[in-house]
């Protein structure tokens, strides 16, 4: 059995488990999911989605449903569907079309409080109450209770998927944070915790070019899923993946050692880091991140840019490419503000 995650406009994904030979729209209301549908017969388009990672088959396809252009960019018809091997579908319609449910809510023990710096945590959590493996795509996000509060926030996941439901999530820590003084004064182990996942569109899709993959401070998060993704399976990519990591100060930066971990693991990869405020000790870059970047790194516009961060770093970003006329790159980014 594959499984397909089903992906919508509204940002909510459901994961289904599909059977050899069988149908991808037969599969989703096999588990509740009444994806839109008319003829079945791969005429109407009603159904119309776009594979964004993985092997599937089509068993027909009017030309007036899906056009040549469509096909090459992973365009499919939920009813004509057969997938084969694990896939992500994104359909551009909200899901409330097809299901009522929200994301799964989940408990969680916390189990270890790290501190990386004075300005970044991570929340480490056990959910393996839980019956069955949660399932996000790496990059996405979880909608995580504060612990004595009403108060939710929303944290990427740092780390894969796993049996085991060990999650870890990447904190940043404000003077005045709800959760960043809950995590500073009163978080201990085992305390109860209750997330809302997998949620967002921004994940690790089919990797068929170069990848650019820009982070801003615990924007980091995303790509540690990415990452950790990406060293478990080293034959889904045969490109050169790069970071940039940007961060206000020295002590900002985290998690180096797993990101050199990660430089000798998946072929290909490197990361590079800069600092917008340095001091006497940083003997590296200094400066905002696009200051790391150099054209060679963007193959002539020929690559998938990956951004993860503050607005103001996103916008830059993407300013920066537009300057360069390189309207080839597709780009996929994650914005967010600190809370």
Not at 11 to 27: C, K, Q, S, Y
Not at 214 to 240: H, I, K, N, W, Y
Request: aromatic letters at 8%; charged letters at 25%.
């Amino acid at each position: 059995m594959h499984k397909v995650a089903l992906n919508f406009s509204d940002g909510r994904t459901h994961f289904i488990g599909i059977n050899p030979g069988e149908v991808l729209m037969d599969a989703a209301l096999r588990h509740g999911l009444t994806l839109p549908v008319d003829c079945r017969e791969g005429v109407c388009a009603s159904c119309k989605g776009t594979c964004q990672s993985g092997k599937y088959d089509l068993d027909y396809v009017d030309e007036d449903a899906l056009s040549e252009d469509d096909l090459a960019r992973g365009g499919i018809l939920a009813c004509q569907m057969r997938v084969e091997s694990d896939c992500a579908v994104r359909f551009d319609f909200d899901s409330s079309l097809c299901t009522s449910a929200g994301p799964e809510e989940v408990e969680a023990v916390v189990t270890q409080v790290e501190v990386l710096s004075d300005s970044t945590a991570a929340l480490h959590l056990d959910a393996s109450s839980r019956e069955g493996q949660l399932d996000f795509l790496p990059g996405q996000y979880a909608h995580v209770q504060v612990p004595g509060t009403d108060e939710w926030r929303s944290y990427s996941f740092a780390c894969q998927p796993n049996e085991n439901n060990q999650l870890q999530l990447l904190i940043r820590l404000l003077p005045d944070g709800v959760m960043s003084n809950y995590l500073r004064d009163r978080a201990q182990a085992g305390d109860r915790i209750r997330l809302k996942a997998p949620l967002g569109a921004f994940y690790l899709q089919q990797v068929k070019r170069p990848l650019i993959m820009v982070a801003g401070g615990t924007g980091l998060a995303a790509f540690l899923g990415m990452l950790d993704q990406m060293e478990s399976e080293p034959s889904r990519v045969d490109q050169p993946v790069s970071l940039f990591y940007g961060v206000t100060r020295p002590e900002d930066l985290c998690e180096l050692e797993r990101l050199d971990r990660y430089q000798q693991a998946i072929p290909g990869f490197s990361y590079h880091s800069i600092v917008m405020q340095p001091d006497e000790g940083w003997q590296g870059p200094q400066g905002v991140v696009t200051d790391l970047f150099e054209e060679p790194h963007f193959n002539g516009g020929e690559v998938d840019a990956y951004l993860c961060g503050p607005p103001p770093m996103v916008e830059a970003v993407k300013s920066w490419l537009d300057q360069r006329q390189m309207e080839n790159a597709s780009i996929y980014f994650e914005k967010f503000s600190a809370s």
